[in-house]
């Protein structure tokens, strides 16, 4: 299957500060969504992005297919953006997860 | 839009008993429903898909006669955990595909907390 690597695996910023996490996926994919895991363990949906660059308020992520790889950017972050995020991609509805990166702000 | 519910939130059970969990799409018909399985600390693993009608797809490693999966609607499935034993307590998500979907995104429920003792 897939191999999916996010990176760093824990992430601890200070609020206001901006952030980027990394997504590394083995293989072709057609789909490839990111993810905010809340902690009471409901997934939500950032960004559906096999391709190309997205923007939504202070988050953005741009995936470049051709090298296998995402970034997910947080900006201006605010302590309502911890929790865990994940990278997901896959062949057609098939998804393959990452191991999540732990994301603490700390106010 | 796109809104998927879970039923129930938890649910604690004895050993050998079976529980079923419920999948919905709230605004949207969804083709395909898909069931993850999550551990503490843990990535989702894609435990099976299922397509209305139809039997689901278990991923290699998942017991077909033990995660029972039923899709008889455009808006809702099921997953029954049968004989459940304690390593089978996990937290359970499902995920839906909308039948008009262009794309493959994917939409997640609230997920459910299984305790079995």
């Known amino acids: 299957g897939i191999q999916v690597e996010q990176s760093p695996p824990d992430l601890i910023l200070q609020e206001g500060a901006n952030s980027t996490l990394r997504c590394n996926f083995s293989d072709s994919v057609n789909n490839l969504q990111w993810f905010h895991q809340n902690p009471w363990g409901q997934l939500i949906n950032l960004f559906y992005?096999?391709?190309g660059t997205k923007q939504n308020g202070r988050l953005s992520a741009t995936t470049v297919a051709t090298e296998r790889y995402s970034l997910l950017y947080i900006s201006s972050s605010q302590t309502t953006d911890s929790g865990v995020y994940f990278c997901a991609v896959g062949v057609d509805y098939k998804l393959s997860f990452g191991a999540g990166t732990t994301v603490t702000v700390r106010a | 839009g796109a809104v998927v519910s879970q039923h129930p939130s938890w649910v604690i059970c004895k050993s050998g008993t079976s529980v079923k969990i419920e999948c919905r799409s709230l605004d949207f018909q969804a083709t395909t429903m898909f069931w993850y399985r999550q551990f503490p600390k843990q990535s989702l693993m894609l435990m099976a898909t299922s397509n209305e009608g139809s039997k689901a797809t278990y991923e290699q490693g998942v017991e077909k006669d033990k995660f029972l999966i039923n899709h008889a609607s455009l808006t809702l499935s099921t997953l029954t955990v049968t004989s459940a034993h304690p390593e089978d307590s996990s937290f359970y998500i499902c995920?839906?595909?909308?039948?008009?979907?262009?794309?493959?995104?994917?939409?997640f429920g609230p997920g459910t907390r299984l305790t079995v003792t």
């Open positions: 995920s839906a595909r909308r039948l008009q979907g262009a794309d493959y995104e994917q939409y």
């Open positions: 992005i096999p391709s």
